[in-house]
């Protein structure tokens, strides 16, 4: 059975940071890709960043390039994400997901991921 379980939110101030972690039990992940996603009250679930698994290929959305950083540890089968400068406009639950993908491959449009957890909120206070 898949389980995937995020961790790392919480309340922080503008202009802070806060690192997210997942893990994803059942799933072998090499050949997979892994993103991070969020959705603030009343808006689309929209997605921050992915990185492939294997090849290690990363991609952000624009709204976080710069500021965030993607990263995974192989050993443990654990994907992070570092948000650093942290915006009110950052708030919003905070997703980990996972699809199979080709080697190299990754993309922050949420269809076809079909391994989510079950979030972990982050609020950024102004």
């Known amino acids: 059975q898949v389980q995937v379980v995020e961790s790392g939110g919480g309340l922080v101030q503008a202009g802070g940071s806060l690192r997210l972690s997942c893990t994803a039990s059942?799933?072998?992940?090499?050949?997979?890709?892994l993103g991070w996603f969020r959705q603030a009250p009343g808006k689309e679930r929209e997605g921050v960043s992915c990185?492939?698994?294997?090849?290690?290929?990363?991609y952000y959305a624009t709204s976080v390039k710069g500021r965030f950083t993607i990263s995974r540890d192989r050993v443990n089968n654990t994907l992070y994400l570092q948000m650093n400068s942290l915006k009110p406009e950052d708030t919003a639950m905070y997703y980990c997901?996972?699809?199979?993908?080709?080697?190299?491959?990754?993309?922050?449009?949420?269809?076809?991921?079909?391994?989510w957890g079950q979030g972990t909120q982050v609020t950024v206070s102004s």
């Open positions: 990185i492939n698994w294997s090849a290690g290929r990363e």
């Open positions: 997901a996972a699809v199979l993908a080709p080697y190299g491959y990754c993309s922050i449009s949420r269809g076809g991921y079909n391994y």
């Open positions: 059942g799933l072998t992940l090499d050949g997979y890709a």
